[in-house]
């Protein structure tokens, strides 16, 4: 092998060194339910011109998997700012219920709403960018 091989490598290493921690970074998203024991914990992925993004937990167990599924903002209060905008959802779970919620942006990467199911338990979830 040519000595001087690995310094030729060492820009192609730190390219792909970075690719692979730009992947590392997306959404997370967390939330309790007020009848489900412990938090839930997920991945979330953002919206586009036809919705506001979905996002999906489960519980520590992965025995309860709820996905959500947001619509573009109803209401955009501050112009030229994705804070404060706000809109509605739907959450949809493995047991069977299924959750209106209100979501409202606390800044261009992050968002955070609630809702009920059926039987009144609470969904209170966030979802941001994680590092």
């Known amino acids: 092998m040519n000595p001087r091989t690995?310094?030729?490598?060492?820009?192609?290493l730190a390219m792909?060194?970075?690719?692979?921690?730009?992947?590392a970074i997306g959404y997370q998203a967390r939330g309790t339910l007020s009848d489900v024991a412990g938090p839930l914990r997920g991945k979330a992925y953002p919206g586009d011109v036809a919705g506001g993004g979905r996002f999906v937990l489960a519980d520590e167990a992965?025995?309860?998997r709820?996905?959500?599924r947001m619509a573009l903002p109803d209401t955009s209060p501050v112009a030229g700012s994705c804070q404060g905008e706000?809109?509605?959802?739907?959450?949809r779970c493995t047991d069977g219920r299924e959750l209106v919620v209100r979501w409202t942006a606390t800044s261009c990467r992050a968002f955070a709403g609630s809702g009920r199911d059926q039987f009144g338990n609470?969904?209170?979830?966030?979802v941001d960018r994680s590092n």
Not at 7 to 12: D, G, K, Q, T, Y
Not at 16 to 23: D, E, M, N, P
Not at 86 to 91: H, I, L
């Open 66 to 68: 709820c996905e959500g």
């Open 6 to 12: 690995p310094a030729r490598l060492a820009p192609l």
């Open 62 to 64: 992965s025995r309860l």
């Open 16 to 23: 792909i060194a970075a690719l692979l921690a730009a992947c």
């Open 122 to 126: 609470r969904l209170i979830f966030r």
């Open 86 to 91: 706000a809109g509605n959802g739907v959450v």
